[in-house]
């Protein structure tokens, strides 16, 4: 059963200070990654996504890197700012031929920037 | 632009009542799918959905039924609320299984079970 970890959970730093968030998952046979960002009593907006063929995706400040050898996926965001304040969740799809776009989340880890 | 749209926002119920949430979506996407979500933790999967009329359980299926009669609605019927699902549910769509497109999710549904 594929297994989806994030640590930490929570994460406080200084404006302007590179975060580095990250999630390691037990079945390296997935189909893709994803990271997702919650908001406060709102939905999960997709960041970035990243398929397994690939080592990482950009999108602005936001970094993204594959490791499946080793169950890894690292999320960096330069220069951080109080808007970047939010929960961030990362996602693993199996590489399975059975129906359904299925996804395991991790815990998330709760990010506060501060001015 | 509408995306997946889930109602209602909020909802209390009492113990033993019954209750089914909305979830449409204005994508044209066959996939949909259901996330309860419980304090401080990830999602996970109730119920999915890779078409009209075709649905099968998820990691956490017990105490809730689906339907899906269209492509646009995926209700989730809870028959005899429980406090256990007490929680925040997230319903989800996304296109075909072997696209490499992110799923996209509505704002939840907010359930107190007392």
């Known amino acids: 059963k594929q297994e989806v970890t994030q640590i930490p959970a929570a994460l406080s730093v200084p404006e302007g200070e590179n975060l580095v968030l990250n999630c390691s998952f037990t079945?390296?046979?997935?189909?893709?990654l994803q990271w997702f960002r919650q908001d406060p009593g709102k939905g999960l907006t997709s960041l970035l996504l990243?398929?397994?063929?690939?080592r990482e995706q950009t999108s602005g400040r936001l970094n993204a890197s594959l490791d499946k050898s080793s169950g890894r996926s690292t999320l960096y965001i330069a220069a951080s700012q109080p808007g970047d304040s939010a929960t961030y969740l990362c996602?693993?799809?199996?590489?399975?031929?059975?129906?359904?776009?299925?996804?395991?989340f991790g815990g998330g880890t709760r990010v506060l920037v501060k001015p | 632009n509408a995306g997946v749209t889930q109602t209602p926002k909020f909802r209390i119920l009492k113990i033993g009542q019954s209750m089914t949430l909305q979830c449409t979506q204005d994508?044209?996407?066959?996939?949909m799918y259901w996330y309860r979500q419980d304090p401080g933790m990830g999602l996970k999967l109730i119920y999915y959905?890779?078409?009209?009329?075709?649905?099968d359980k998820g990691e956490v299926p017990n105490g809730y039924n689906v339907s899906r009669s269209t492509t646009e609605d995926f209700p989730l019927r809870l028959e005899l609320a429980a406090p256990s699902q007490t929680s925040v549910y997230f319903c989800a769509s996304s296109t075909t299984g072997r696209s490499n497109q992110p799923q996209h999710f509505g704002d939840g549904t907010r359930l107190s079970i007392l």
């Open positions: 996602a693993v799809r199996l590489e399975i031929k059975a129906a359904g776009n299925k996804l395991t």
């Open positions: 990243i398929q397994s063929s690939q």
């Open positions: 994508m044209n996407h066959n996939y």
């Open positions: 959905s890779v078409g009209a009329g075709i649905t």
């Open positions: 079945d390296s046979a997935i189909y893709n």
